[in-house]
C-alpha cells in the first residue's frame, strides 16, 4: 500500500531561482513524485485551483510575496 501512495504524491515547488527549482523537481522525479514548479505566488494560487497537491514547497525569499505569508495564506485555507 504504501508503494502505491508512492506513485500518487504531488508536490507544489514555490521558487523564483528556476535551475534550482527544476533540479528538486528533476530530484524528487528520481521517487517517482510528481511536481510541478512555479515562481510566484500568484502562480502558486492558480496552481492549488487547476492540480491537488500532497505538499507544497515554499522558498522564503520570493519578489512581491513571501513565501511565509504565502504560508499561512495556504494554511488559513486548507489542512
Known amino acids: 500500500m504504501a508503494e502505491a501512495r508512492r506513485w500518487n504524491f504531488r508536490a507544489l515547488r514555490v521558487d523564483d531561482d528556476v535551475?534550482?527549482?527544476e533540479l528538486l523537481c528533476d530530484?524528487?522525479?528520481?521517487?517517482?513524485?510528481?511536481?510541478r514548479g512555479v515562481t510566484v505566488g500568484v502562480a502558486m494560487r492558480q496552481?492549488?485551483?487547476e492540480e491537488t497537491f500532497d505538499v507544497v514547497v515554499l522558498d522564503l525569499m520570493l519578489?512581491?510575496?513571501d513565501g511565509?505569508?504565502?504560508c499561512r495564506w495556504l494554511r488559513s485555507r486548507s489542512d
Open 19 to 21: 535551475p534550482i527549482r
Open 63 to 65: 519578489p512581491v510575496e
Open 27 to 35: 530530484f524528487l522525479a528520481r521517487f517517482n513524485i510528481q511536481s
Open 68 to 70: 511565509l505569508s504565502l
Open 47 to 49: 496552481a492549488l485551483t
